[in-house]
């Protein structure tokens, strides 16, 4: 809350800054160049706290407060002018008085949102460069992926192929083995009909 509270102290600097553009000269380029200067620091100053008020409360939340204070600076000089009208302009109409002390506060109003509106253009520009670091990181950290699982792949391809002759492998021998197992009964069986035949020759 506490922070709240002072970045809206942007957005009453602004005001107070509008607000005292009607307590001074119109004749800025009239070889009074104090006047020129005050305006010159002024708009400075409305540019910097539109900065501010971009950097504090956002481009949109922001921009809508900065809209807010102009119209609301706008109207209440345009009251303060209509009743004071002999001390703000007392050798024009009223209605070219509220015309020029509303010009007043909107140009200033207008120099703090081409202040926000420089600081979030830089604003952006970093998160574009942010976002393509990021996206020149994702599509490193993307192709070492399609590497390793290439590699995987291929690490798998071999054991894979390892296995199958490991496979081929043990079932030659087990066939192998078969083989002399039968070869080995053939040769028990013909033994003991070679045994029998002897012993029945024997017997007659």
Known sequence: MQNKKVYYLGPALLAVLMFTTNFLGTDIFEGA???????????????????????????????????????????????????????????????????????????????????????????????????KSEKSNAVDVLENSKKEAELIVEEAKINAGNIVLDAKKQANEIIETRNNIERQLKELIQIEKDLIKKYEDKNE
């Open 33 to 131: 160049s104090v006047n020129f200067s005050v305006w010159f620091v002024i708009s400075i100053f409305a540019f910097a706290t539109g900065w501010i008020i971009n950097i504090s409360l956002g481009w949109e939340h922001g921009g809508k407060i900065v809209f807010a204070v102009i119209i609301a600076t706008t109207v209440f000089s345009i009251f303060l002018v209509s009743f004071f009208n002999d001390y703000f302009g007392p050798n024009e109409l009223l209605s070219e008085s509220l015309i020029l002390y509303s010009l007043r506060n909107v140009t200033i109003g207008l120099m703090g949102v081409f202040g926000m509106a420089i600081s979030n253009v830089i604003l952006l520009q970093r998160e574009v460069e942010r976002l």
